[in-house]
């Protein structure tokens, strides 16, 4: 099992649509968790962090469930720009040692 | 422009040869990283620095691998007798101590192997 899973999509939505994605991780001992959007050739770059209480920053919530061990992310009324791929983040163990997923694609349809 | 720089942005070689790439972090940021990105996949930890010392290094990364950070600023990740396999684009990322752990990453350098 991968430590970081994620569905790899595509996912394809009109514009103005709500969409979620949800990521597993494997390690229990992970204490950070961020959500990173990566355009087309570009570098990631964070989008938020998620934390155990869940936090919103405008169109986009994030949830942790360490029960479970996933975290999401939801984006609500989705505009083109949207489009990229996402990136869910775990460290491993209490280090720096970060793992990435490897990412979820969304289009976002006119 | 104060973000993250890495140079080269592209290097070609032949199979066998040795290359070196360069990060220049945001000025206080004290963590960087190296990661190492293929198609279709998220970027894959390398090897991470708090200031000139290098603290962690993935099991994944072979002895043909080295990186530094004499200085605890700038950061070279040199790769010997470089494989096909290595063709992908390498990525830093810096951060600083106390700031969530939020990194920032540079536009990455692609290798490609000949």
């Known amino acids: 099992r991968k430590e970081v899973e994620q569905d790899p999509g595509p996912f394809n939505v009109p514009e103005g649509a709500t969409v979620a994605f949800n990521c597993t991780y494997s390690?229990?001992?992970?204490?950070?968790f961020f959500w990173y959007r990566q355009d087309c050739r570009k570098e990631p770059k964070l989008l938020m962090s998620v934390y155990s209480s869940g936090n919103e920053d405008g169109r986009f919530t994030a949830q942790l469930n360490r029960a479970s061990q996933y975290i999401s992310l939801l984006i609500r009324d989705s505009k083109l720009s949207d489009s990229a791929t996402y990136l869910c983040v775990v460290n491993r163990d209490y280090g720096q040692n970060f793992v990435f997923g490897p990412g979820t694609r969304l289009s976002v349809l006119p | 422009d104060t973000g993250v720089s890495q140079d080269p942005r592209h290097k070609i070689t032949k199979r066998g040869q040795n290359v070196t790439f360069r990060c220049d972090p945001i000025?206080?940021?004290?963590?960087l990283y190296w990661y190492r990105q293929t198609l279709g996949q998220g970027p894959e930890f390398l090897t991470y620095f708090q200031n000139e010392a290098q603290l962690e290094k993935s099991r994944l990364l072979s002895d043909r691998f080295s990186a530094e950070r004499p200085k605890g600023s700038f950061s070279t990740l040199e790769i010997q007798r470089t494989e096909q396999g290595d063709s992908a684009m390498y990525l830093c990322?810096?951060?600083?101590?106390?700031?969530?752990?939020?990194?920032?990453f540079g536009p990455g350098t692609r290798l490609t192997v000949l």
């Open positions: 000025s206080e940021h004290n963590r």
């Open positions: 390690n229990s001992a992970s204490q950070s």
């Open positions: 990322a810096t951060s600083f101590v106390g700031a969530q752990d939020t990194q920032y």
